[in-house]
C-alpha cells in the first residue's frame, strides 16, 4: 500500500495559525519551550498551532508601575510607598538577548525587584524625617541612577529613562505630627519674612537717609565753594580796586611833585640876585609912608626877616640883611 494518503491526512491535521505583532513590538518564538532565534517585524505571520507559542516585545517607551512598596526607616518606622513609575525602553537589537537571559517579562526580574531591593537599602539608612521630607526629592534620582548601573551590566540596551515615586505612607499620629511642624515651620516662615520685610523697610529708609544726607552735605559743599568763591572774587575787586586808587593816588603825588619840582627848577633859575634886588625896590615903591626915628613902635617896623617872610609867601628864597623898612600896608 502506499504512504501517501497516511502523510496527507498528517499534513492536513497541523493548520497553520495568523498571528498579529502590533506595532512597536517584535516577536519571539518558543517551539517546545525554546527560545528560536528569529524575530517578526509587527504586522501578521503565521506559525504552527500547539507548537509555536509568540510572544511580543515592546521596543517603544513604556511605564512599569509597582504599588504599596514597603520600607522601613533607620528608625524602625514602617512606611509604604503607593506607586513607583519606571518609565524605560529596550532597543530593538536587545530584544533576542534580554529575552534569552530574563524571559519576556525581563522587566519583573530587572526592574520591579531591583526597585524593591534599592528602595529598601535607602531607607534603612535614613531616618522618617530624611525620608519623608528632607532627602524625598532626591529617592527618584537615586534610583533611576542605581538602576541603570546595573542594567548596563546585566541587560545592555534596556535604558531607564525616568523614575517617579509617591509620597510615602506613613502612620496617622506620625503623619498628624508631621502636620504640625510643618504648620510650625510655616508660622515661622512668616515671621521670618515678616521680619526681613520689617528689616528691609528699615534699611529702605536708612539708605534713603543717608543718600539726603549725602544730598545735602554735597549741597553745602557747592554752597561753601561758592561763597569761598564769591569771597575770593570780591577780595580780588578790592584789591584790583585798591590798586588803581593807588596808581592814582601815585599819579597825582608824581605829577605835584613834577610840578613843584618844575616851578623849584624854574624859581632857581628865576630868582637871582638881580630880580630880588628889583622886586625889594619895586615893594619899598610902593609904601604911601615912610617912618623914621629912634621912638618907634617895635611891631612898627619888619626887619630883614619880615622880608623873607614876603618873600616866602611868594616862594622867593631871600638869607637874611637889608634896612629895616616900615610901611603903611604892612603894618595894617
Known sequence: ASPLPAV?????S????LERVPEGHL???YRGGALLPSLSRPGYRLMLPFVTSCRA???????DEIKNVPCGTSGGVMIYI???????????HAVYNTVRNYTADYDRALIFNKIHHEL???CSIHTLQEVYIELFDQIDENLKLALQQDLNTLAPGLTIQAVRVTKP???????RNFELVEAEKTKLLIATQKQKVVEKEAETERRKAVIEAEKMAQVAKIQYRQKV?????EKRISELEDAAFLAREKAKADAKYYTAQKAADSNKLKLTPAYLQLMKYQAISTNSKLYFGSSLPPNLFLGSCAFEQLLADSLVPAGCGGSALATQNWAK
Open 120 to 122: 529598601n537599602q535607602f
Open 14 to 17: 497541523f493548520q497553520t495559525e
Open 57 to 63: 516585545v515592546q521596543t517603544t517607551l513604556q511605564t
Open 82 to 92: 503607593d506607586r513607583i513609575e519606571v518609565v524605560n525602553v529596550l532597543a530593538p
Open 8 to 12: 496527507s491526512c498528517i499534513c492536513c
Open 229 to 233: 568763591m564769591e569771597t575770593l572774587t
Open 27 to 29: 516577536a519571539v518564538y
Open 169 to 175: 505612607k506613613i502612620p496617622e499620629a506620625i503623619r
